[in-house]
C-alpha cells in the first residue's frame, strides 16, 4: 500500500468510526470489520482510537450479554461525539471540495502573449501588446 494512502487512511478514521457509530452502537471487532470491507483499515489500529475516544468523552461503553461467549462491550456515542461527528463532517467536506477543485482544475498556461486590441498604435508605428499571465487562483 503506498505511504500516502496510509496517511489518508489514519487522516479519516476517527471521522469514520464517529459515522458508523451514529448509525448504531457496536462493538469493536463489528467496527474494525466494517472499516477493513469499506477502507481496508487493519483490526489492530481500531482499540487504541476507541481507547482515546472514550478517554476523550466521544463515545462511552457498555456491555451485552453474548451467546458465544464473554460479554462485549458495546460503543456508542456521547453528545460531544455528536458535536465532533458534525464539526469532523463539514470540515472533511470543506476539504475534500478544496482538494477535488484543485485537482480537477484545468491546466494552466504559463503565459499567452496577444495583440492588444484596445491599445492604439503608438505613434512610431509600432504595435503594442498586452502580456497576460494565468495566476491559476483556484477558490473553494
Known amino acids: 500500500m503506498e505511504p500516502n494512502l496510509v496517511q489518508f487512511k489514519k487522516g479519516v478514521l476517527e471521522l469514520c468510526v464517529l459515522a458508523l457509530l451514529s448509525q448504531a452502537d457496536s462493538y469493536g ?10 477502507i481496508e ?5 481500531i482499540y487504541p482510537l476507541m481507547r482515546r475516544m472514550q478517554k476523550d468523552g466521544l463515545v462511552s461503553t457498555y456491555f451485552v450479554e453474548s451467546s458465544s461467549g464473554p460479554p462485549r462491550k458495546y ?10 461527528l458534525r464539526a469532523q463532517r463539514t470540515a472533511w467536506t470543506t476539504f475534500t471540495r478544496a482538494v477535488s477543485a484543485i485537482l480537477d482544475a484545468p491546466p494552466a498556461s504559463d503565459t499567452t502573449t496577444e495583440p492588444s486590441s ?3 498604435a503608438d505613434t512610431s508605428g509600432t504595435t503594442s501588446l498586452t502580456v497576460q499571465k494565468n495566476t491559476g487562483n483556484i477558490r473553494p
Open 29 to 38: 471487532y463489528d467496527i474494525a470489520s466494517r472499516l477493513s470491507e469499506a
Open 41 to 45: 483499515m487493519g483490526e489492530g489500529t
Open 75 to 84: 460503543y456508542a456515542l456521547t453528545e460531544k461525539g455528536h458535536e465532533s
Open 118 to 120: 484596445s491599445s492604439p
